[in-house]
């Protein structure tokens, strides 16, 4: 004789959001701003498809962002990002940007940036401090005030802008030296919390990271690279611990199957 027992692995996340389902974001009411021009880069242009499921960023230009109307902070973010070719610069995002943090010398925001491949560039704007290399791969950095071109592209601080800086945080755990490939589509998830920042591409975890962050809006970035759209973004509110995509919630946990049978046979 043998018995048979249904065992089911649920995995349930602490947070008290998880039955809330993720809702379309709606790029129509997002707003466009560009950090100040050097010479032969100019203004970001974003162009909202008409029923605000995409933009698409047309200048190799300044760095610039495309702003949300609502606060990033205590949400759980999921998207679409899609480069052409023709160029090997930063596609990225900002997280806790507040409207005009491109003029203020108080911001204090993330930036996550990613650089298809290594290159030396000089700016050579007044007073934007020496050129240098900007390293292939994803990373997150700080970004306090106005940091100049030159600091964007290297991720380095230079001493004569008292008026702002950009501090590199952590590189991509796995895309930390690897750059994104045109016309190749890669998702995104964000999970932002007033001291987590995670983030996953592909449903692989790239950034984990613990800090005291401000609250502010998401923001879509470009530095240098045209030919880019953002599509397919869905937001849901989310508190206290963040829920996690099943694939990693699986990979932590150990499970690998919704459920399974156990049988067992009765000695006689």
Aim: glycine content about 10%; proline content about 4%.
């Amino acid at each position: 004789m043998k018995y048979a027992f249904r065992v089911a692995l649920i995995c349930i996340p602490l947070s008290a959001s998880v039955a809330r389902a993720q809702v379309p974001v709606n790029l129509n009411t997002w707003s466009t701003q560009s950090y100040p021009a050097v010479p032969g880069f100019g203004a970001g242009v974003w162009t909202v498809a008409p029923d605000g499921s995409s933009v698409h960023q047309t200048v190799n230009g300044q760095p610039t962002m495309f702003a949300s109307d609502f606060n990033a902070q205590g949400t759980e973010v999921k998207g679409r990002i899609r480069s052409g070719g023709g160029d090997d610069d930063f596609i990225g995002f900002a997280l806790g940007y507040h409207t005009n943090d491109i003029t203020n010398a108080n911001a204090n925001y993330l930036l996550l940036d990613w650089k298809a491949g290594t290159q030396n560039f000089d700016f050579g704007a007044p007073n934007d401090g020496p050129g240098g290399n900007a390293l292939r791969g994803l990373a997150v950095s700080r970004v306090n005030g106005i940091p100049t071109a030159n600091e964007f592209w290297q991720h380095n601080n230079f001493a004569g802008n008292t008026n702002g800086s950009l501090t590199e945080l952590q590189r991509g755990l796995t895309l930390g030296s690897t750059g994104w490939v045109a016309n190749t589509t890669y998702d995104f998830t964000f999970i932002f919390l007033p001291n987590l920042l995670q983030v996953f591409v592909n449903d692989v975890l790239q950034i984990n990271l613990a800090g005291n962050f401000n609250d502010g809006s998401m923001a879509f970035y470009n530095f240098s690279q045209a030919d880019v759209t953002y599509s397919a973004f869905t937001k849901r509110e989310i508190t206290t611990t963040a829920p996690e995509p099943a694939s990693f919630a699986m990979m932590a946990f150990g499970l690998f199957a919704v459920g399974y049978t156990v049988t067992r046979r009765k000695r006689v």
